[in-house]
């Protein structure tokens, strides 16, 4: 059983000042490709609130919930051996006061299976960043494109282009390292800006969109596998294409049952030892000879005549 990534290790990992390798995080919303992410050797595991725009092919995050997330995190937990869990605290979870913020925060470890949350937000989310460290949950923190916040930007936009903008966001992300986050996601903004940024902070940084300049990076599972055929935004790279080769392979496995390719005797069951070797003609005798001799066709279905 390979050991589990700790928040200490992830918050040493400050990568672009020698201080260990860079972090490669992904997302991820099921045990299945968990344990493909697990087994490539990421760092850590995000079930992000992007699940409302990936899984549930919603447009946005917004309509995500606790439950929702929780969901999702213990098929994760359930597929990761060694990677660290990272749970997103959804819309509305964590805005309407510092004790529903720790309370929801607290069901993600406890019903998610999660070893930490993540939040968007700067200045303005310090104290509940502050409760939530406090309270020996720990938080990663998420600066510059915040898609929560979708509307207000005007659509999912680079931030901080210009000088007031960009003191902005780095004071939001020197205010929540200073809070206690042990982590800093930087989305969307340009790449010197998330180099200050890492520089300014004594936290790893995880950029997506945000250029080379951080600790690490993270990317949506299913962009970097080409899952998602719609949509490539700039800063993903598809290191596979997915979507493509499975449209393939479901084409062959249509054509071959079609054409009764599938399935092969390879993919059948035999007769029992006591069945008369016999070619199936009616229903009866083509269940029994794929479920064997003494299968019982009315225990199973009830009365057929
Ligand atoms: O929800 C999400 O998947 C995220 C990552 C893209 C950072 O917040």
Known sequence: MALKVTVPELRARKATTGRGERLALVTAYDATF???????????????????????????????????????????????QRAHLIGDMPFLSYHTGVDQAVANAGRLLKEGGFESVKLEGGKEMADVVQRMVRMGIPVVGHVGLMPQRVHAMGGFKVQGKDEDAAESILEDAMAIAEAGAFMIVVEGVPAPLAARITHAVDVPTVGIGAGLQCDGQI???????????????????????????????????????????????EHSFGLGPRAPEASPRTAEAALAHVHGADFDLAAAYGPTH
């Open 219 to 265: 990317l949506v599972g299913y962009d970097l596998l080409g899952l998602n055929d719609s949509l490539k935004p700039r800063f993903v790279k598809r290191y596979e294409a997915f979507f493509q080769r499975g449209v393939d392979a479901v084409r062959s496995y249509v054509g071959e049952v079609r054409d009764g390719a599938f399935p092969g005797p």
């Open 34 to 80: 968990a344990r493909l992410f697990d087994q490539a050797g990421v760092d850590a595991i995000l079930v992000g609130d992007s699940l409302g725009m990936v899984i549930q092919g919603g447009t946005s995050t917004l309509g995500v919930t606790v439950d929702e997330v929780c969901y999702h995190g213990r098929a994760v937990a359930r597929g990761t």
